[in-house]
């Protein structure tokens, strides 16, 4: 059974990708929490992280959001390498990248508990639509 690990409280996760979601950066807080060496994710799609219970709807409208240039901030359920999960408060900036073209800026803190059932409960009813 998988269990919540609750971030620190001045945890600040940070990561960089290509403009498909390919992993360029990650800093040490991300990959302490997802339980990655910063080489395991390095070229991964950002989803490597992805929790199953995750609508689709809310990475549709993040595509969507950042591909139109704009900021995107949201609440995330993600998956760690052991198979437990973390919630996040995320946003994401479309960017230069590191590397000098276009990509994307992430960065996460803590979710409060309120935050996290608040968005458990409209992700989990987002998700018996899907089926």
Not at 61 to 71: F, M, S, V, Y
Request: proline share 2%.
């Amino acid at each position: 059974m998988s269990k919540e690990i609750l971030l620190d409280d001045y945890a600040f996760l940070v990561s960089e990708t290509d403009e498909k979601g390919h992993i360029i950066f990650a800093n040490d807080d991300f990959c302490t929490i997802a339980e990655y060496s910063v080489d395991e994710l390095i070229g991964q799609p950002h989803n490597i992280v992805r929790h199953k219970d995750m609508p689709k709807a809310a990475f549709k409208d993040l595509w969507a959001t950042i591909k139109r240039g704009e900021i995107w901030t949201g609440y995330v359920k993600n998956a760690t390498k052991g198979g437990d999960y973390y919630w996040v408060y995320a946003t994401i900036f479309p960017t230069i990248t590191s590397e000098g073209t276009k990509g994307f800026l992430s960065c996460r803190r803590k979710a409060s508990v309120e935050e996290i059932q608040v968005h458990d409960k409209l992700y989990k009813e987002l998700k018996s639509k899907e089926k």
